[in-house]
């Protein structure tokens, strides 16, 4: 049954049961998250919970993609181990209670930035992220993924570096875990009217609970029972030093939110071949983590993981991400009994499908295809996102390198065909654009000593691009002037011809009218 749905702006067909159910296997799927993120952090499970809750619910009723999911992450939680660092290293004695204040006036100040980044619609900046880019990242959010997976195979998952299961316990979890990613792969070649996520969580528990099987449950790794969260301000001293110390941080979680936000609004765009809307986004990701800070949630972001299981699972729309968000709610106050013996192998390999899922298996095939420089970027981010766990930083350094090999490529491309007119004008036709890169190559094209009186230099296959460039103009004008000739600059389009204009006071080159570009003749 399809009816329409019409929630603020997106009025779309929506398929009832595929979004409730759908909202059902990601509410599951978000507990052992949330809870694994805040450990992560070394904050209240709780804060993990209410977090993956508030930013759910908001970013679904606000956010620019439906069908995308929030909730507390493993890169903003990353962040607040330098913060929580920083704090016991100006008071060693600072308590766990007094850090999350700190926690969570951050994540305050971070949904600011994320506001105005939005309203000042900078997430356009996403079309300066190249797909070599993308293709890293993900692929090292899918092995951070895999990876985040292997402590459920040790003795105690929530112990750093316990020792691997072993025997009876190790075989049982195993094979647990080979039949939940046997359901996810194989329902949908038979079925896709229900959840396979769900599916298999449900044939795992009914295993484990019938049969009586001793194996590990969410409740092994934290409780997740809990009331309705408070809104609080948060406890900390406001002034100018605390707001200098959070600063930083704030801006670091903002900045990944964001990245890791539209990225993941990117890939579902592709999944789905619909178009979100970065700036929307941003908007609803800041509201939400200011809500979640006053709700005391650790903020987050969007997760590509929990997307991809909503996506996979037929949804399409914003009623799912808003019944995950009030079903997580639900658990932690009414169901957490239950929710805390779901079978970790279930969620395990839930989390291990998503993991492959997310994984750009194509990007394997491009090896041979792509440029070389675009296979460097692509491990590189992949590498910076694994072995970091910083995706922000990853997406800088891929960026810079994308842009560097760009600015390289181009610098070679300049050239110039020579020619002299029957009055003895000489003609330099430049091809390929002039920047801050090319420049040595542009000026190495003129013999001002042999060139004749006046000389023309044509713009038509080009473009002056920027500072540098009108510097080389400027110098070379004053070489050929010094030897009482004359250049003159031709076939400069309109925004070239502005940017020189801006630069008048520092340069002094003639512009030939030009009918078809219309240009004005600058007198010196």
Known sequence: MKKYINLFDFKQKVNYKTEILSGLTVALALVPEAVAF???AGLSPLTGL????VMGLVTAILGGRPGMISGATGAVAVVFLGLIATLRAVN????MDEITQYVLITVIIAGVIQLIAGFLKLGKLMRLVPHPVIFGFVNGLAIIIFMAQLPQFTIDSTISGAPWMQGKQLYTFFGLVTLS????WGLPKITKSFPSGLAAILVIFGIVYFFNI?????????????????????NIPFTLETFLLILPYAAIVAGVGLIESLLTLNIIDEITETRGRGNKEAVAQGTANILSGFFLGMGGCAMIGQSLI??????????SGIVAALMLLIFVMFGSSIIEQLPMAALTGLMIMVAVGTFEWASLKTFNKMPKSDIVVMLVVMLVTVLLHNLALAVLVGVIIAALVFAWDNAKRIRARKSVDENGVKLYEIYGPLFFG?????????DVL??????IIDFKESRVVDMSAIEALNKLTERYMKVNKTIHLRHLSPDCQKLLKNADKIIDINVMDDPKYKLVVDKV
Do not use: W
């Open 92 to 95: 060693p004695a600072i308590t």
């Open 214 to 234: 001793e194996t590990s449950t969410v409740g092994d790794i934290a409780s997740v029972s809990g009331g309705f969260p408070m809104p609080a301000i948060p």
């Open 438 to 446: 090319s420049v040595t190559a542009f000026n190495e094209k003129f």
């Open 181 to 184: 990613i046997a359901i996810i």
């Open 50 to 53: 209410y977090a993956a809750f």
């Open 310 to 319: 909503n996506i996979s699972s037929g949804s399409r729309a914003r009623l």
């Open 450 to 455: 042999n060139d004749p009186k006046a000389v």
């Open 38 to 40: 805040a450990l992560l």
